[in-house]
């Protein structure tokens, strides 16, 4: 089957197809030019989906470590007292375990505390669970290190604290220290903070740095207690896609009691996610410039692949070709070289990304160094999660950004006067 004349010629430029012949040295010099402007396409589109791929992982990660703790939707009523919340909080349950994307319900407390251990005094967030419960809303029962969250039973005054914060206060199991309030009493010589003895009788590690060292753990009873005059109090719910968070909470919010809220895990965080959308929206910018960088590369040598055919194209004016086709030709040349750098950059950077577990150590083991410290970032490998639909975007771009770059070329090859070029030849 015969295939049009532009479609060949064009991928004799770029390198595809070679002649026999005289043409053949000339053939070759066309070939590294088009296989350079090939690579560096590839390495920029291979380089912006490692890159993206690993700041999507690294999102993933932390989210998932975060949620590992919080809840991800907390119902509440901000006006009601701890003692009183926490007892509405089964009713509160049983209406939203009807929504069937809500999969489990507990018991919560949640208030701000000092707790003093010697010299030493720190603040944390001090949150009341039911131990029972715990596990049908977060992974909490996995993360316990030492001891055991069953401890934590009503009127034990035992209490659960982060790695880091147990190492900070200097404290191991059966140690005990106070926990101190804001809510307090005026006397005559002063105002003195509520404050109870506890005893350490768990310890976990989330490994997410800022939940271990402060957050803390106690009973939901004795928390009622402890913050009689304030304090959240209320439902924490899990449900099956901590994606739909947001909107599972606006459904709930049409089936609680009047001066009930429905806040999602979206909204303590969303200052955090956005600084990361925002990040990854300018590292996708800048490394784009890589891409644009070997477009402009591409330009560069269809401009010089013109100038070498001169000849070549006045040849096939005199035959008959038109403008319009000699356009095509060099169309063909840069389309195939974009084509083929994006499909085979697109191949690379997934290959990396889908291994990178494997490539990063080897690496590591060949300098003889570390990339993460774990003691720094909590993690011991570099994470990596591939989002099809970046990809797709990626290659796109890189095909639009190949595309404009053959068009000034391709102007220009169809401009050339055969009898201006015949007569300097």
């Not at 589109?45 to 791929?53: E, M, P």
């Not at 909204?267 to 800048?286: C, G, H, P, Q, S």
């Amino acid at each position: 089957m015969k295939i049009p004349y532009e479609l060949w010629i064009g991928s004799r430029y770029a390198g595809l197809t070679r002649s026999k012949g005289r043409g053949k040295k000339r053939d070759r010099f066309v070939s590294f030019v088009a296989g350079s402007s090939m690579a560096g396409i590839a390495l920029g589109v291979a380089a912006l989906i490692v890159v993206l791929s690993v700041m999507t992982g690294f999102q993933v990660q932390v989210r998932d470590r975060m949620l590992s703790v919080l809840p991800h939707i907390q119902l509440y009523n901000p006006t009601v007292q701890a003692t009183e919340g926490l007892s509405n909080w089964e009713a509160l349950a049983k209406a939203a375990l009807e929504n069937p994307n809500v999969q489990g319900a507990s018991a919560f407390v949640a208030a701000s505390a000092m707790l003093a251990r010697e010299d030493v005094l720190k603040g944390v967030e001090v949150r009341g669970i039911d131990p029972a419960t715990e596990g049908q809303v977060s992974e909490l029962p996995e993360q316990i290190t030492h001891g055991d969250l069953a401890s934590l039973t009503p009127g034990s005054f035992n209490i659960v604290l982060g790695s880091r914060a147990a190492a900070q206060l200097g404290v191991n199991l059966g140690s005990t220290l106070l926990v101190m309030t804001p809510q307090g009493s005026l006397n005559p010589t002063g105002f003195s903070p509520r404050m109870r003895q506890f005893t350490v009788s768990g310890v976990f590690s989330s490994g997410h740095a800022e939940y271990d060292a402060n957050l803390a753990f106690i009973s939901a009873r004795d928390a009622a207690v402890l913050f009689r005059d304030s304090g959240i109090a209320g439902a924490r719910l899990k449900i099956k896609n901590m994606i739909d968070a947001p909107e599972v909470a606006n459904q709930l919010m049409n089936t609680l009691p009047v001066g009930y809220i429905a806040r999602d895990w979206t909204y303590d965080n969303r200052t955090w996610f956005a600084a990361v959308k925002t990040e990854k929206r300018m590292m996708f910018l800048i490394l784009a410039l890589i891409v644009a960088v070997a477009a402009f590369n591409l330009l560069s040598s269809l401009v010089m692949s013109v100038k070498d055919k001169q000849s070549d194209i006045a040849i096939l004016r005199t035959l008959g070709a038109s403008p319009v086709a000699i356009a095509w030709i060099f169309l063909v040349q840069g389309s195939l070289i974009g084509i083929i750098g994006t499909a085979l950059g697109v191949g690379l950077g997934l290959l990396i990304a889908y291994n990178i577990d494997v490539i990063v150590p080897a690496i590591e083991n060949l300098l003889g160094m570390h990339f993460l410290d774990p003691g720094i970032y909590f993690i011991n490998q570099l994470p990596s999660q591939v989002d099809l639909n970046e990809v797709s975007t990626i290659a796109i771009t890189s095909l639009v950004l190949s595309l404009l770059a053959t068009l000034y070329p391709s102007w220009r090859a169809s401009r050339l006067q055969p009898a201006e070029v015949l007569r300097h030849d």
